[in-house]
């Protein structure tokens, strides 16, 4: 339970860190978001009022414990673009973001498992070589380009989806998923390949440890030894991999959104920087920067499940 707690402390001062520097590199990086508003042919009146009533005449340290006061109430701020609650404006963006990211996150691990534990245990095999050498190319290709690929063969060749036809989840969820598949398998291919050959490396260092040659000694069968023992400790390096990948496939899932055309947070993030919507801005980054530490949190808890020596 101790462990739990120092976890969570640590987590929420973590976000805290976040949000300060978030709302403090904002507030000082060059540019005014009332004469992006205005345009440069406005009147230094005209600019001071509307720096007035979006609050940007008061000191930054009064506006920022204003901001984290409305985060706690569940309130963001109203962005200086669409002259709306952010709250309102994200809320779907980030189910998207978040969907598109998760489907990316379970297809690495349902497709990577199989193919890492088939290399460890047939290694040198003829599928091993192939495996690894498809393992090296794809490692290779970033994943915007995964998804122009995927558009051209699926989207355009096969017709096996429209591309640019995305379905909101409040309309169909059925089919909302169906159109995200493609663009978390673009995310998750990277991904896939890398923790395929670090399952397979690690089993492999792992088999050769002397714990394995005990368990054998004692008449342990072969498939028992790995699925109990160097398998389970083969999985720690790779729990830890797709904690600090989360963030990665993150990023990844916000530029493959304007490959694919999904209205997720990828694309009002990047008007609402060159708009110096700040507002828009410091909500993404934090709600993003939520989801990574809770996956590391979430990943701190599973090793208990497989190293009980965490608790030490």
């Not at 790779?238 to 990828?266: K, R």
């Amino acid at each position: 339970m101790k462990y739990i707690l120092k976890k969570i402390s640590t987590l929420i001062v973590t976000l805290l860190i976040v949000s300060a520097l978030v709302f403090f590199a904002f507030s000082f990086i060059p540019g005014n978001p009332a004469i992006t508003k205005l345009g440069t042919q406005a009147t230094p009146e005209a600019i001071e009022n509307l720096m007035h009533e979006m609050g940007l005449d008061r000191p930054v340290v009064t506006r920022y414990f204003e901001w984290i006061g409305g985060i706690l109430h569940g309130d963001f701020g109203t962005s200086y673009s669409y002259n709306q609650s952010v709250t309102s404006l994200l809320k779907e963006k980030i189910v998207i973001t978040m969907l598109l990211s998760v489907m990316a996150i379970i297809l690495t691990v349902l497709i990577s498992f199989p193919l890492g534990i088939y290399a460890a245990r047939k290694s040198d095999s003829k599928l091993d070589v192939i495996i690894t050498s498809v393992n090296q190319f794809i490692m290779s290709v970033p994943s915007f380009f995964s998804g122009i690929i995927i558009t051209l063969i699926f989207g355009v060749a096969l017709k096996v989806f429209s591309p640019g036809g995305f379905v909101s989840y409040k309309q169909s969820f059925i089919r909302c998923i169906g159109y995200l598949f493609f663009p978390s398998i673009s995310i998750a291919l990277p991904k896939i390949a890398m923790v395929v050959k670090l399952l397979r490396d690690t089993a492999l260092k792992e088999a050769d440890k002397d714990y394995v040659r005990t368990a054998y000694s004692r008449g342990n069968r072969t498939r028992a030894v790995f699925y109990k023992h160097v398998l389970k400790n083969a999985c720690i390096p790779v729990i830890t991999f797709l904690g600090m990948a989360f963030a990665d496939i993150i990023a990844g899932s916000l530029i493959v959104e304007q490959v694919f055309s999904v209205p997720g947070l990828g694309r009002i993030l990047l008007t609402s920087i060159s708009g110096r919507d700040y507002p828009v801005v410091e909500a993404i980054i934090l709600l993003l920067s939520v989801f990574v530490v809770v996956s590391n949190l979430i990943v701190d808890l599973l090793y208990k499940k497989f190293d009980p020596r965490i608790h030490v």
